[in-house]
């Protein structure tokens, strides 16, 4: 293969498409990241793979910290980089990874924002379940807290995703990856009284989707996202509500209970642990609040 920075940034792009099933949205963040580092390469005078080391690469970060980029996005920038490079090595057009030689920068761990249980509990019976909308929202808004589910993975869920016999459902994730996933028995009740109440008059006879609108289509991130706001200030939630605070909440109530970190990480659907027990510092930190609150030598 011809050794060219950006042939190979092709080749790249297609290997995370194709063999690894990675989301478009990820793909996009990949190819601007790789994009930015051809147009880098070329000025420094690197057009070629083999060309670049590690004396290359940090001359590229110096020049995108002086064009004002954080250090958040220097780190996802340089992970892109650390793929592309990884995958040549693989390939056998390198011997050596130029990036094992390259630190990430050191980034301070933001705490997700949570609505608290109270929050939670005003929010769920916010809907009005006596109307068709109210009670798919309901049964929405219950799902995705009770199953911890990404709002691509609620909004894409189809009939065969379901069974609510078990009150269970397969949910999708990053890279296709499937996880079986608890609904518990309200989700499941709601979920029941919308598809035997509602769905019917929504379907076409050959739709897959569960969650549809009144215009018979399925219903979008953003459709979900605006409802859910609306339902937040009816409960009278002051927070900017958005949907994956219900997924930082439902990680958050679970460890606080007593549930097993590798338990939760499971269900959440995380490939690496770390990044599950960002939810144990939040927990940590609500634990000191109670603390300094409450005891007489807090």
């Known amino acids: ?23 478009k949205q990820t793909i996009t963040s990949y190819a601007s990241d790789l994009q930015r580092l051809t147009r880098e390469l070329a000025e420094a005078g690197c ?13 590229v970060l110096v020049a995108l910290s002086r064009a004002g980029l954080g250090a958040r996005s220097q780190a996802r920038f340089l992970s892109s980089v650390r793929g592309l490079f990884r995958y040549a090595v693989e390939e056998g057009a390198l011997g050596d990874n130029p990036l094992d030689l390259i630190e990430a920068p050191t980034l301070a761990r933001k705490l997700p924002t949570l609505v608290t249980r109270d929050e939670v509990t005003r929010l769920l019976v916010a809907p009005d379940v006596t109307s068709p909308r109210g009670l798919r929202d309901a049964a929405m808004i219950h799902t995705m807290y009770a199953a911890g589910l990404r709002v691509s993975e609620l909004v894409g869920l189809k009939m065969g995703d379901l069974d609510l016999r078990a009150a269970v459902v397969t949910a999708f994730g990053k890279g296709g990856k ?5 609904l518990g028995e309200v989700s499941a009740a709601l979920l029941e009284r919308y598809l035997e109440g509602v769905r019917p008059r929504w379907a076409h006879i050959d739709e897959q989707h569960v969650f549809l609108s009144k215009r018979r289509k399925p219903l979008t991130r953003q459709a979900f996202w605006k409802a859910l706001k609306g339902y937040g200030r009816a409960a009278g939630i002051a927070k900017n509500l958005k949907p994956h605070m219900l997924r930082h909440s439902f990680a958050t109530h679970l460890l606080a209970g007593g549930a097993d970190l590798r338990a939760v990480q499971t269900l959440l659907g995380h490939a690496d642990i770390s990044t599950t027990q960002i939810y144990t510092h939040v927990s940590g930190e609500r634990l000191k609040a109670v603390h300094s609150r409450h005891h007489p030598r807090g």
Not at 3 to 12: F, H, N
Not at 47 to 59: F, H, R
Request: charged share 25%.
């Open 1 to 23: 293969m011809d050794l060219c920075v950006d042939v190979w940034t092709d080749a790249y792009l297609d290997h995370l498409r194709v063999e690894r099933g990675l989301a």
């Open 47 to 59: 057009s070629t793979i083999d060309q670049v080391d590690a004396g290359a690469l940090s001359g």
């Open 178 to 182: 499937s996880r079986l996933v608890p």
